[in-house]
């Protein structure tokens, strides 16, 4: 792997570590695609630091479960004009 796909990969990753960020978050942040955010978070991450990986993947899980909660949220501030 070269090494500005590895500093990418780690910079995301403790990115959403940090902020608790989603991929789309990241993504935009990075100015990469969510594609490349998540593979860089599901398949690179691991190979260079799993116990990261391990970090990453609750959060992404987290986002995940809670994306639906979100969408509703917004959709109710574009109806209401806030």
Do not use: P
Request: glycine content about 6%; charged content about 30%; aromatic content about 6%.
């Amino acid at each position: 792997m070269y090494t500005h796909i590895e500093e990418r990969v780690m910079d995301v990753a403790w990115y959403i570590v940090e902020k608790e960020a989603t991929v789309r978050a990241a993504a935009k942040n990075f100015g990469v695609s969510k594609s490349t955010v998540h593979k860089d978070m599901t398949q690179r991450l691991l190979a260079l630091d799993s116990g990261l990986a391990q970090n990453v993947q609750k959060i992404l899980l987290k986002n995940k479960a809670e994306r639906h909660i979100r969408g509703g949220q917004a959709t109710r501030r574009k109806y209401k004009g806030e």
